[in-house]
């Protein structure tokens, strides 16, 4: 690994009162110490704050304070230095300037967290999670990124891999001595072993679809025939007027999406064109990206007009659109119109025609009544998701991958001890097992998985 010095802006882009700029590497305090007029930096103690102002040369640009970290208690296990100075762009671009005159280079995109994987510092999983960390827009998914940085997915699975590579360092031993026809590795042993590995990958496995909806949020489709009050529902649980709502049907062209928050979860709230036979050639654009956002979301919510005496479009739009993962709620609207009585017999001619299991709500969006309930509903289907099994959480589509390797390399070679197939097969599959496990944490990678994982952060991380 090149041990450079590198520097980059560790703030966001923009004026701000402070902005902070790092820099890491085996030169981090001497290039530092050449433009700082204050203490000398190499002759400081470690974790200090230091008082003085960057210089180039007789200009001064900026009065700063600057923090020296000496390795290898710093992020990258490197010494590394911050600049705080007042949070001009200007300021930030000429003392990056500076610093890179006098031997640092502009950090690469994650290299900050890419040089503390590589120290040894933090395991492959824990970098992707600061990356999560910093992406996190929910306490749910900050929490799940929280418990990933101390190192959860990882704690969980070593103790098994740890195991595991017991069991192949004794397979690999009977290799050793194969014309000798002995076995050190206790095959009832090994198996229950790997019972226990299937059940732990199973559980993680389970884990990711809650895990996807708390990183990525829950899609909900708002969905109904025109003038059902998609519009209204959607103003009244974002609580601000953000769709056009008209007694003209066909006024929502478009699909209009907005995040909810509920209970520390994200909902991902898509308000669609009204659902009908339309000659109008933008609305039936419209109404056709409607039918795609149903084919992409986790809950279709259902606006039917509770005043309505005729329910068989919508019965007919409802059977098209229901897929067996896909979450049901089907809402009589405009209920503060129309008597309980309508609204139970709407309910029951829904019950009648639909065969697939659904909620059924009723609510007035303008009066708000009942609007609590949808957002019971909406609450319910993320927490039903989660596992009671396992106290970490996948959020990660490369982490979930890994362990449905591992869990197949698993099942192959209980299938090679079930059917006695020969030792280098046996160790062939277990060396598999253990590499699928090792992907996870880092152990086992390569560049260009290193180089797509760290693409993806921010310059100054």
């Given at each position: 690994?090149?041990?450079?010095?590198?520097?980059?802006?560790?703030?966001?882009?923009?004026?701000?009162?402070?902005?902070?700029?790092?820099?890491?590497?085996?030169?981090?305090?001497?290039?530092?110490?050449?433009?700082?007029?204050?203490?000398?930096?190499?002759?400081?103690q470690?974790?200090?704050?230091?008082?003085?102002?960057?210089?180039?040369?007789?200009?001064?640009?900026?009065?700063?304070?600057i923090?020296?970290?000496?390795?290898?208690k710093?992020?990258?296990?490197?010494?590394?230095?911050?600049?705080?100075?007042?949070?001009?762009p200007?300021?930030?671009?000429?003392?990056?300037?500076v610093?890179?005159?006098?031997g640092?280079?502009?950090?690469?995109?994650g290299e900050?967290?890419?040089?503390?994987?590589?120290?040894?510092r933090?395991?492959?999983?824990?970098?992707?999670?600061?990356?999560?960390?910093?992406?996190?827009?929910?306490?749910?998914?900050?929490?799940?990124a929280l418990?990933?940085?101390?190192?959860?997915?990882?704690?969980?699975?070593?103790?098994?891999?740890?195991?595991?590579?017991?069991?192949?360092?004794?397979?690999?031993?009977?290799?050793d001595?194969?014309?000798?026809?002995?076995?050190?590795?206790?095959?009832?042993?090994?198996?229950q072993?790997?019972?226990?590995?299937?059940?732990?990958?199973?559980?993680?496995?389970?884990?990711?679809?809650?895990?996807?909806?708390?990183?990525?949020?829950?899609?909900?489709?708002i969905?109904?025939?025109?003038?059902?009050?998609?519009?209204?529902?959607?103003?009244?649980?974002?609580?601000?007027?953000?769709?056009?709502?008209?007694?003209?049907?066909?006024?929502?062209?478009?699909?209009?999406?907005?995040?909810?928050?509920?209970?520390?979860?994200?909902?991902?709230?898509?308000?669609?064109?009204?659902?009908?036979?339309?000659?109008?050639?933008?609305?039936?654009?419209?109404?056709?990206?409607?039918?795609?956002?149903?084919e992409?979301?986790?809950?279709?919510?259902?606006?039917?007009?509770?005043?309505?005496?005729?329910?068989?479009?919508?019965?007919?739009?409802?059977?098209?659109l229901?897929?067996?993962?896909?979450?049901?709620?089907?809402?009589?609207?405009?209920?503060?119109?129309?008597?309980?009585?309508?609204?139970?017999?709407?309910?029951?001619?829904?019950?009648?025609?639909?065969?697939?299991?659904?909620?059924?709500?009723?609510?007035?969006?303008?009066?708000?009544?009942?609007m609590?309930?949808?957002?019971?509903?909406?609450?319910?289907?993320?927490?039903?998701?989660?596992?009671?099994e396992?106290?970490?959480?996948?959020?990660?589509?490369?982490?979930?991958?890994?362990?449905?390797?591992?869990l197949?390399?698993?099942?192959?070679?209980?299938?090679?001890?079930?059917?006695?197939?020969s030792?280098?097969?046996?160790?062939?599959?277990?060396?598999?097992?253990?590499?699928?496990?090792g992907?996870?944490?880092?152990?086992?990678?390569?560049?260009?998985?290193?180089?797509?994982?760290?693409?993806?952060?921010?310059?100054?991380?």
């Amino acid at each position: 690994m090149n041990h450079d010095t590198i520097c980059a802006l560790a703030t966001a882009n923009g004026i701000g009162a402070i902005g902070i700029i790092r820099i890491s590497g085996d030169d981090a305090i001497p290039v530092s110490a050449k433009i700082f007029d204050g203490k000398n930096l190499e002759k400081a103690q470690s974790h200090t704050v230091h008082y003085g102002f960057i210089k180039d040369g007789d200009e001064v640009i900026d009065e700063v304070m600057i923090s020296v970290f000496k390795a290898p208690k710093t992020f990258t296990a490197e010494d590394s230095v911050e600049i705080s100075f007042h949070g001009s762009p200007h300021i930030a671009k000429k003392i990056l300037e500076v610093l890179i005159k006098n031997g640092a280079r502009m950090a690469k995109a994650g290299e900050f967290t890419m040089r503390a994987f590589m120290n040894g510092r933090i395991d492959l999983s824990q970098a992707e999670s600061i990356a999560d960390l910093i992406a996190s827009e929910n306490e749910a998914s900050r929490k799940v990124a929280l418990n990933q940085l101390k190192g959860g997915i990882t704690n969980e699975i070593s103790f098994l891999r740890t195991d595991l590579l017991n069991f192949v360092s004794l397979i690999e031993l009977e290799l050793d001595f194969a014309e000798e026809d002995v076995e050190f590795a206790d095959r009832t042993a090994l198996n229950q072993l790997l019972d226990k590995i299937e059940t732990k990958l199973n559980s993680l496995i389970e884990s990711f679809q809650y895990g996807n909806a708390i990183k990525n949020g829950t899609a909900v489709a708002i969905i109904g025939k025109p003038n059902a009050g998609k519009s209204t529902l959607l103003n009244a649980l974002l609580k601000e007027e953000r769709a056009i709502v008209s007694n003209i049907a066909g006024t929502t062209r478009d699909t209009i999406e907005e995040i909810l928050h509920i209970k520390g979860h994200a909902f991902r709230l898509i308000d669609t064109a009204g659902l009908r036979e339309t000659a109008d050639e933008i609305e039936a654009i419209g109404v056709k990206k409607a039918k795609e956002k149903v084919e992409n979301a986790n809950i279709l919510v259902y606006l039917a007009d509770a005043a309505t005496k005729n329910f068989s479009e919508d019965i007919e739009m409802i059977k098209s659109l229901q897929r067996d993962d896909l979450k049901l709620i089907i809402c009589a609207t405009k209920i503060d119109e129309v008597s309980p009585t309508q609204y139970e017999l709407v309910e029951n001619v829904f019950r009648k025609e639909i065969s697939q299991n659904f909620d059924f709500i009723t609510i007035s969006a303008v009066e708000n009544q009942n609007m609590q309930d949808l957002k019971d509903e909406l609450s319910s289907y993320v927490e039903q998701l989660k596992s009671e099994e396992s106290n970490v959480i996948i959020t990660n589509q490369r982490h979930f991958e890994a362990l449905g390797k591992s869990l197949d390399a698993v099942n192959k070679v209980k299938e090679a001890i079930t059917f006695q197939i020969s030792t280098e097969l046996l160790a062939y599959e277990l060396r598999n097992a253990l590499e699928h496990l090792g992907e996870i944490s880092g152990e086992v990678t390569n560049d260009e998985v290193l180089g797509n994982i760290f693409s993806k952060f921010c310059i100054g991380k």
